[in-house]
């Protein structure tokens, strides 16, 4: 199946540990992002990377650093982690090099639901 | 600035009749697209239709239609014939072009329950 798919589904896990939440897609699309949903749903970027570079860095704690080892993939990783950081994180990517009259919205991945306690 | 403004927290529909979510923006970017998405209770983000800036005629998909107005920055969302299925929390979002980095900007949501 084509699609974004991200790992894991939900994450429970105590203040002050490190995590990773791993995103791959196989539509090859040259660009991917994380995105964070807050207990109110709403949906902030936090990153993006285009061909395995970093373009959009919004401001988050630097406790959250995104990797990429090729186009495919986009992992985030998060020290030391605090009670807000309590979200559904989603995974998204898209083709960005394309004409003004096609669809280039974004494929999202079924989201990350970490729970801090 | 907020660049997408949903006003409709919540709305309720009976089933099969029509429901219009609101859906304003704002740029001064002359290329972006516009989007709507379906986020139901399982929590998955699903994609519902597309307007492109320049595109001439309202988009439809099926039993959605974007009802695009220009002049006024208004990207309202029309599900016809509402079923059950469709209650979910629907998200307008906005892409603009490079000066952006083709971000997708989002609005805060409306949440549709339809009635039996």
């Known amino acids: 199946d084509t699609a974004v798919s991200q790992t894991p589904k939900y994450l429970v896990t105590q203040m002050g540990n490190d995590k990773s939440i791993k995103c791959e897609q196989n539509?090859?699309?040259?660009?991917m992002y994380w995105y964070k949903q807050d207990s109110k749903k709403f949906l902030k970027i936090m990153f993006s990377?285009?061909?395995?570079?970093?373009?959009i860095n919004e401001t988050v704690p630097n406790r959250f650093s995104p990797k990429s080892p090729d186009k495919a993939h986009l992992n985030l990783h998060i020290n030391s982690l605090e009670l807000g950081d309590s979200a559904v994180y989603f995974c998204?990517?898209?083709?960005?090099?394309?004409?003004?009259?096609?669809?280039?919205?974004?494929?999202f991945g079924s989201g990350t639901r970490l729970t801090v306690v | 600035a907020q660049k997408i403004t949903q006003t409709q927290p919540g709305m309720f529909v009976q089933e099969k009749e029509a429901v219009t979510l609101d859906c304003t923006y704002d740029?001064?970017?002359?290329?972006?697209?516009l989007f709507w998405y379906k986020q139901p209770s399982s929590g998955e983000m699903i994609f519902l239709i597309y307007q492109g800036s320049y595109d001439q005629q309202n988009a439809t998909e099926g039993r959605y239609s974007l009802n695009f107005q220009k002049a006024r920055k208004s990207a309202n969302l029309v599900i016809s014939a509402s079923q059950l299925g469709d209650s979910a929390m629907y998200f307008c979002a906005m892409r603009e072009g490079p000066g952006s980095d083709y971000k997708l900007s989002f609005g805060a949501g409306t949440t549709v329950t339809v009635r039996a």
């Open positions: 740029t001064s970017d002359p290329s972006y697209g």
């Open positions: 998204a990517s898209s083709q960005v090099h394309l004409g003004d009259r096609v669809n280039y919205g974004y494929t």
């Open positions: 539509l090859g699309h040259d660009t």
């Open positions: 990377y285009n061909n395995k570079e970093l373009i």
